[in-house]
C-alpha cells in the first residue's frame, strides 16, 4: 500500500520571510523573500522572464526554503486535461531528482482571474489556469513533497497583480515589486548574470551567425562592465587569426582567453576554423573543460558562446556543449538548455552533448558538474 501524501503545508504569505539562494548553485548570503518576492525571482533563477508558463521549485536547506532546482514549461492547452496532467507528472518526476523537502508552484500569465474557475459564494475569485496548478501540486504530493507555495502572477514586471490559489484557505495577493530592482536581481547582476527577457532572447546567444563577430556577452559581467567594449580594437581580429595560423592549440586558446578578457574578442574564418580543429583532438578537448573551471572561466565562456555562434555545420557542436557545462558550473539551466539545442542541433550525434543533456535532465547541478570535471582530469 502507498503511503498517504504528506499534509499541505501552510502557504508563504507575502510577509513571512523564506530563505532564498541567490544564484542557484550558489548557498552563500541568503536573500530572503515572500511570496510576491519569490515570483519577482523567477527570472534571476531560470535567466529570462516567462510568459504562459508553470514555473516549479524546488526547496530544502536546514529550514526547508532554501532554493533548489527550477523548472520552467510552457502551460499546455486548457482543453486536455490528460495533457496537463502527464506535463505536470513530468515536471513533477524531474523536480523530484533534486530531492527537495518542499515545493513552490507558480503560474505565470494564462489568462484572466477567474476566467475559468468561477467563484462561488463567498470565495475567493481564483487565478486562472487552476487545473495546472492544482494538476502540479497534487503530481508532488503523491511524491510526498509538501507544497507550501501555489501561486499566479499575470506577468513577472513590476506593478503586475498576483495571488495565491485557495488551496491553503489563502486570501494572499497583491501587485509585484520590480523585479529587475530586488536585492537578488541586484547581487546577480553583480556576480554577472544577465536575465533577458524572454526565451526567445536567450536563444540568440547561440544563434547561428556569420563569423568575424565581435563577441555578445552570455552571462558573465565583462572587465569594465557591461558597458565595457566589447567590439574589435586595432589588431585584435588579426592577432587572434594569427593565433591560428601559428598551429599551437594552447597559444591560441590562451590569446583568444586573453582578447575576452580585454573585451576585444572577434571570431574569424581562421579562428573558428583553427579551434574546431583543434577541438577534434581528446587532450585539446580536455584542456578545454578545464578552461570552463579554471581562473579564466568567464573568458572561456564567452570564447564558446562566440564559437558556437560562428562556427559552420557540426563545427558548432563541440563548442556549444562546452558553453552547457561552463552554465551549468554556474547554475544557468536555462542557458545550457538553449546551449545543448544548439549542439545536437549541429550534430545529433554529439557525445559530450547527449551526455550532458542526461546529466541536465538528472538534476545535475554546479557541484555535480564540478565534480564530474575534477574526476576526469
Known amino acids: 500500500m502507498s503511503p498517504a501524501p504528506s499534509p499541505v503545508p501552510p502557504p508563504v504569505p507575502p510577509s513571512a520571510l523564506s530563505a532564498l539562494s541567490p544564484l542557484p548553485g550558489d548557498p552563500d548570503s541568503p536573500v530572503r523573500v515572500g511570496t510576491e518576492g519569490l515570483l519577482a525571482a523567477v527570472p534571476v533563477l531560470i535567466g529570462f522572464r ?39 507528472e513530468s515536471a513533477a ?55 507550501h507555495t501555489v501561486a499566479w502572477a499575470a506577468e513577472i514586471a513590476a506593478g503586475a497583480p498576483w495571488r495565491c490559489y485557495p488551496l491553503h484557505d489563502c486570501r494572499c495577493a497583491g501587485t509585484l515589486p520590480d523585479p529587475a530592482a530586488s536585492v537578488l536581481a541586484a547581487t546577480a547582476v553583480a556576480r554577472g548574470a544577465v536575465v533577458r527577457e524572454s526565451r526567445e532572447e536567450l536563444a540568440k546567444v547561440v544563434e547561428p551567425a556569420g563569423p568575424a563577430e565581435p563577441f555578445e556577452p552570455t552571462g558573465r559581467s565583462e572587465p569594465g562592465g557591461p558597458s565595457g567594449p566589447s567590439g574589435p580594437t586595432p589588431g585584435s581580429a588579426g592577432r587572434a587569426d594569427g593565433g591560428a595560423e601559428g598551429g599551437d592549440p594552447r597559444r591560441l586558446l590562451r590569446e583568444a582567453l586573453a582578447d575576452a578578457a580585454a573585451g576585444r574578442l572577434v571570431v574569424g574564418r581562421r579562428l573558428a576554423g583553427a579551434m574546431a580543429a583543434a577541438l577534434r583532438r581528446p587532450w585539446f578537448r580536455d584542456e578545454a573543460l578545464a578552461a570552463c573551471a579554471g581562473d579564466a572561466a568567464p573568458e572561456a565562456e564567452q570564447l564558446w558562446a562566440a564559437l558556437a555562434r560562428t562556427s559552420p555545420g557540426a563545427d558548432a557542436a563541440t563548442p556549444a556543449a562546452l558553453l552547457a557545462v561552463s552554465a551549468l558550473l554556474r547554475g544557468d539551466g536555462a542557458l545550457a538548455n538553449v546551449a545543448l539545442d544548439r549542439a545536437l542541433g549541429a550534430d545529433p550525434g554529439h557525445r559530450l552533448a547527449h551526455s550532458l543533456r542526461a546529466a541536465l535532465d538528472g538534476g545535475w547541478g554546479p557541484r555535480e558538474i564540478r565534480a564530474w570535471l575534477e574526476g576526469a582530469r
Do not use: N
Not at 120 to 143: F, K, N, S
Open 93 to 147: 518526476a524531474a523536480l523530484c531528482r533534486d530531492d527537495p523537502e518542499g515545493a513552490a508552484v507558480l503560474v505565470v500569465g494564462g489568462g484572466e482571474p477567474g476566467g475559468d474557475r468561477p467563484p462561488a459564494p463567498g470565495e475567493p475569485e481564483w487565478p486562472p489556469r487552476a487545473d495546472v496548478a492544482g494538476a502540479a501540486t497534487l503530481a508532488l504530493l503523491e511524491r510526498e513533497i509538501g507544497v
Open 50 to 88: 516567462p510568459r504562459d508558463s508553470l514555473v516549479m521549485i524546488a526547496t530544502g536547506g536546514p529550514h526547508g526554503r532554501r532554493v533548489g532546482l527550477t523548472l520552467r514549461v510552457d502551460l499546455p492547452p486548457p482543453d486536455d486535461p490528460e495533457l496537463v496532467a502527464a506535463l505536470c
